[in-house]
């Protein structure tokens, strides 16, 4: 099972900032295989990223992802008041199971 | 519009059942793959299990495997998740999830609650 850790665990920072989370893999992920999530409380997920760099439907080009091999990055260029937030990594692979980061939470400074 | 709707949750002593159920809408169900994802109370997301367009192939993850089972209805677009022998430890809102071409979960539910105890 493929184990993916974000960094930092929580991100202090004020609207206008750029903000940049990072997501490591316990082994190789293909980028076509790698995804980003951002969940507001009470909600549910929604997808930012997909195939490490391809932004989802309707997602704001501040949001850009990069990476490959072990190591992902998503980077926020302007925060918004929207985005603070919790961001998830994901990993699809080849086979299940399709695992999680533990998230980084994005807090207003 | 795509949407998906979860139903089913509720209070379940250890031990017994519950069969959760995800309608969707907006889009051919049929063409999609389809996951169940869960989230503790406070804690991230796990994947829990996925079923192929036709519901021939299914994958679960190893803390769900022999006691939970993922099937669909495409004649009425619905997905299912049969939960068996649950655990305090199963306690969780139960998101549905479509699958973006083998490579993201594109859409999602809005949960159900799911609590486990006596």
């Known amino acids: 099972e493929i184990v993916l850790t974000q960094s930092p665990g929580t991100l202090s920072l004020s609207p206008g900032e750029r903000a940049t989370l990072s997501c490591r893999a316990s082994?190789?992920?293909?980028?076509?295989?790698s995804a980003w999530y951002q969940q507001k409380p009470g909600q549910a997920p929604r997808l930012l990223i997909y195939?490490?760099?391809s932004r989802a439907t309707g997602i704001p080009d501040r949001f850009s992802g990069s990476g490959s091999g072990t190591d992902f990055t998503l980077t926020i260029s302007r925060l918004e008041p929207e985005d603070f937030a919790v961001y998830y990594c994901?990993?699809?692979?080849?086979?299940?199971?399709?695992?999680f980061g533990q998230g980084t939470k994005l807090e207003i400074k | 519009e795509v949407q998906l709707v979860e139903s089913g949750g509720g209070l379940v002593q250890p031990g017994g059942s519950l069969r959760l159920s995800c309608a969707a809408s907006g889009f051919t169900f049929s063409s999609y793959w389809m996951h169940w994802v869960r989230q503790a109370p406070g804690k991230g997301l796990v994947w829990v299990s996925r079923i192929d367009s036709d519901g021939s192939s299914t994958s679960y993850a190893d803390s769900v495997k022999g006691r939970f089972t993922i099937s669909r209805d495409n004649a009425k677009n619905t997905l299912y998740l049969q939960m068996n022998s649950l655990r305090a430890e199963d306690t969780a809102v139960y998101y549905c999830?479509?699958?973006?071409?083998?490579?993201?979960?594109?859409?999602w539910g809005q949960g159900t609650l799911v609590t486990v105890s006596s």
């Open positions: 999830a479509r699958d973006l071409r083998l490579r993201a979960f594109d859409y």
């Open positions: 082994q190789s992920v293909s980028s076509s295989y």
């Open positions: 994901q990993q699809y692979g080849s086979s299940p199971p399709y695992t």
């Open positions: 195939g490490a760099s």
